[in-house]
């Protein structure tokens, strides 16, 4: 069955992909809003540097859903004039990065001694989770929208590898993937100034750079993938062993590719986006097998919350977390004040901040679940 086909037929959502997608921003919430950074069970931790953890699926994981729901967005796309595809996708692309320009900037203001004091806007960060959505979004959409599905395949090989020539032949040997010796670092660092990049790993380097989005656009012509062929397949038992088979293969080469190019989120190398999308296939599969094949749905309304707001709640999760940490109680930042005295006080370090993180993830379903009953859908 053709692109053209299927968008001859009814409009349909294959419910799993939601969930996958409502999953995926619940997951966002949970590791990004520890009750304290120094104490995180392993599995809610990125990778040091190579390898990968639970935690380093949830942003590939994203991006793969954000194919999904390509494959049903475009199809409007295909018969209608270039100016109207492009004003789109311009229009929504520029709208995302600039929301993510906001959250690098807000609340505008510090903490210095106790005092509010104006942030220096020069030296915000420039990059960062939602920047990265926006241009992958705006250059998967045109990969896609221009070469259809097999040639975008072709093109997602040739980045993949390419990507990996150019942190080989530009890094600096003989450890060119290391954090101090990468080419992403290099090509960000002539684009912008240091003060311009996340400090998180000791240094000035962003993990959502400029030249490592390349490979992560591959994700989401993986996510496109996957959409157009879980609807030409149906949601049948032979579409999730198709999957999970694919998830092997993905995950099969990934490994073997890791030994020459390391799996490795900071610098999204294209074993991690093999890696990654391995493993979302596999998850992908067994959501439609519980909930399409199986029919068990009744536990499926928490991330269903999510799934209907994804970026608001997404965005909302982080400016109330910011403005905790410049809201003064009893001299304190709100969110350490809320931590010591309702989960430090009874738990122990890790459970504590796990507990944290979990009602701060309560709390935005609330708002989602809110949103929801009220019909309010905020799309971007």
């Known amino acids: 069955m053709s692109n053209q086909n299927l968008a001859s037929k009814p409009h349909q959502r294959y419910f799993a992909l939601d969930i996958l997608r409502g999953m995926t921003i619940a997951l966002m919430i949970l590791v990004n809003t520890p009750g304290s950074w120094?104490?995180?069970?392993?599995?809610?931790?990125?990778?040091?540097?190579?390898?990968?953890?639970?935690?380093?699926l949830v942003f590939p994981a994203f991006l793969f859903v954000i194919g999904n729901a390509m494959s049903f967005s475009l199809r409007k796309y295909e018969t209608a004039s270039a100016q109207l595809f492009l004003?789109?996708?311009?229009?929504?692309?520029?709208l995302i990065f600039l929301i993510g320009l906001f959250l690098s900037a807000f609340p505008f203001v510090y903490r210095e001694a106790g005092?509010?004091?104006f942030k220096d806007l020069s030296q915000m960060r420039i990059?960062?989770?939602?920047?990265?959505?926006?241009?992958?979004?705006?250059f998967a959409s045109l990969i896609i929208h221009y070469f259809k599905l097999k040639k975008s395949l072709i093109i997602a090989v040739l980045i993949l590898l390419g990507y990996w020539a150019m942190l080989y032949f530009f890094g600096n040997h003989p450890a060119p993937y290391s954090l101090e010796n990468n080419a992403a670092?290099?090509?960000?660092?002539?684009?912008?100034p240091q003060e311009n990049?996340?400090?998180?790993?000791?240094?000035?380097?962003?993990?959502?750079?400029?030249l490592s989005t390349l490979p992560a656009i591959v994700n989401v012509i993986f996510g496109y993938?996957?959409?157009?062929?879980?609807?030409?397949?149906?949601?049948?038992?032979?579409?999730?062993?198709?999957?999970a088979a694919a998830s092997v293969v993905f995950l099969i080469i990934a490994l073997i590719w890791d030994i020459w190019f390391p799996i490795n989120k900071g610098i999204w190398t294209s074993s991690f986006v093999l890696y990654s999308t391995g493993w979302t296939l596999l998850l992908l599969s067994v959501l439609i097998l519980i909930i399409e094949v199986w029919k068990m749905k009744g536990w499926t309304?928490?991330?269903?919350?999510?799934?209907?707001?994804?970026?608001?709640?997404?965005?909302?999760?982080?400016?109330?977390?910011?403005?905790?940490?410049?809201?003064?109680?009893?001299?304190?930042?709100?969110?350490?004040?809320?931590?010591?005295?309702?989960?430090l006080s009874w738990l122990s370090n890790y459970n504590a901040s796990l507990a944290f993180a979990i009602s701060y993830m309560v709390l935005m379903w609330l708002l989602g679940y809110w949103l929801d009953k009220k019909r309010i859908y905020i799309k971007v």
């Open 301 to 343: 309304y928490f991330f269903e919350a999510f799934g209907k707001n994804p970026l608001f709640i997404f965005v909302m999760s982080g400016l109330i977390v910011m403005l905790m940490n410049i809201i003064y109680i009893e001299g304190r930042a709100m969110k350490p004040w809320l931590f010591e005295k309702f989960y």
């Open 115 to 117: 005092e509010l004091a």
């Open 225 to 243: 993938t996957a959409g157009v062929f879980i609807q030409k397949s149906g949601n049948t038992l032979k579409t999730v062993w198709k999957l």
């Open 127 to 138: 990059m960062g989770v939602l920047q990265r959505i926006a241009l992958c979004y705006l």
């Open 185 to 192: 670092l290099k090509f960000d660092r002539l684009l912008l």
């Open 38 to 56: 120094s104490y995180i069970y392993a599995p809610f931790k990125h990778a040091a540097w190579h390898g990968f953890t639970p935690t380093d």
């Open 197 to 210: 990049l996340w400090k998180g790993f000791g240094m000035a380097f962003d993990p959502e750079g400029f």
């Open 87 to 94: 004003k789109k996708v311009f229009k929504r692309s520029v």
